[in-house]
């Protein structure tokens, strides 16, 4: 059973910076697709970024030039650089991967953007 396992999450202030990542139990490279979602407060689950095997990343509109999706075969992770955080970038964030046609998600961890 593949499992996805994220980290990093915590609280913030509005502004502010934070790296949550994700790491597979079998080699990252396996997956043909991964990326990150995010559960708001009341809200239905949403793509966050993605980012396909061979490194093409995609973003939702209100995180573009503020977040950064990347993979990494050498430490084997996959990481989401969040800058300028807002309030409404709260919420709790899931690992997703895709692979042999399989979906597979993380525990999710919450990210808290408040003063």
């Known amino acids: 059973q593949v499992q996805l396992v994220e980290s990093g999450g915590g609280s913030v202030q509005p502004g502010g910076s934070l790296r949550i990542s994700c790491a597979p139990s079998t080699a990252i490279f396996r997956f043909d697709y991964m990326g990150w979602y995010r559960q708001a407060p009341g809200k239905e689950r949403e793509m966050v970024a993605t980012?396909?095997?061979?490194?093409?990343?995609d973003y939702k509109d209100s995180v573009k030039g503020r977040f950064t999706i990347s993979r990494n075969s050498t430490d084997n992770t996959m990481y989401l650089q969040m800058t300028k955080l807002k309030p409404e970038d709260t919420g709790v964030y899931y690992c997703n991967g895709l692979l042999l046609k399989q979906p597979y998600w993380g525990q999710g961890i919450l990210v808290t953007v408040d003063t």
């Open positions: 980012i396909l095997r061979h490194g093409i990343p």
